[in-house]
């Protein structure tokens, strides 16, 4: 499923909308999404940002170091809510995330940092192949 149905899950649930209530209005070209596959995707999205939550935070503070922090009541509650804010100010700011979803971006993340994790860390075997070094 796109990316772009995904995020927008994420954020009618920030927003405080169920998911059975996200499952009976959200109809993409596959169909109608059941809640049990919202749930799936949010489950494995909340993981995926668990994984990825330092570098996130790095390029975003990184991209934008004099980001508004809301204070307050205005002030968001969840990790999530933040992100999304952000997001949407890198997307004003910088030219080259002016097209990303947050989510691609996390899944792109992710899937450099894992290959980069198995294929070149020296110290793991790699399809069976001894590593260059022992760790101790």
């Given at each position: 499923?796109?990316?772009?149905?995904?995020?927008?899950?994420?954020?009618?649930?920030?927003?405080?909308?169920?998911?059975?209530?996200?499952?009976?209005?959200?109809?993409?070209?596959?169909?109608?999404?059941?809640?049990?596959?919202?749930?799936?995707?949010?489950?494995?999205?909340?993981?995926?940002?668990?994984?990825?939550?330092?570098?996130?935070?790095?390029?975003?503070?990184?991209?934008?170091?004099?980001?508004?922090?809301?204070?307050?009541?205005?002030?968001?509650?969840?990790?999530?809510?933040?992100?999304?804010?952000?997001?949407?100010?890198?997307?004003?700011?910088?030219?080259?995330?002016?097209?990303?979803d947050l989510l691609?971006?996390?899944?792109?993340?992710?899937?450099?940092?894992?290959?980069?994790?198995?294929?070149?860390?020296?110290?793991?075997?790699?399809?069976?192949?001894?590593?260059?070094?022992?760790?101790?």
């Amino acid at each position: 499923m796109a990316w772009e149905v995904k995020e927008e899950v994420i954020r009618q649930q920030l927003s405080g909308v169920s998911l059975v209530k996200i499952a009976e209005t959200q109809v993409t070209s596959a169909g109608k999404l059941s809640e049990k596959t919202l749930w799936r995707w949010s489950k494995a999205i909340r993981e995926d940002l668990k994984d990825a939550s330092s570098e996130v935070w790095m390029t975003i503070l990184e991209s934008l170091p004099h980001v508004e922090i809301p204070v307050g009541s205005s002030k968001p509650d969840q990790e999530w809510a933040w992100l999304f804010r952000l997001w949407d100010q890198m997307r004003v700011n910088i030219a080259q995330y002016r097209f990303r979803d947050l989510l691609t971006w996390i899944y792109q993340l992710k899937r450099s940092t894992t290959v980069a994790g198995s294929s070149l860390n020296p110290t793991k075997a790699v399809h069976g192949v001894a590593p260059l070094f022992q760790s101790e």
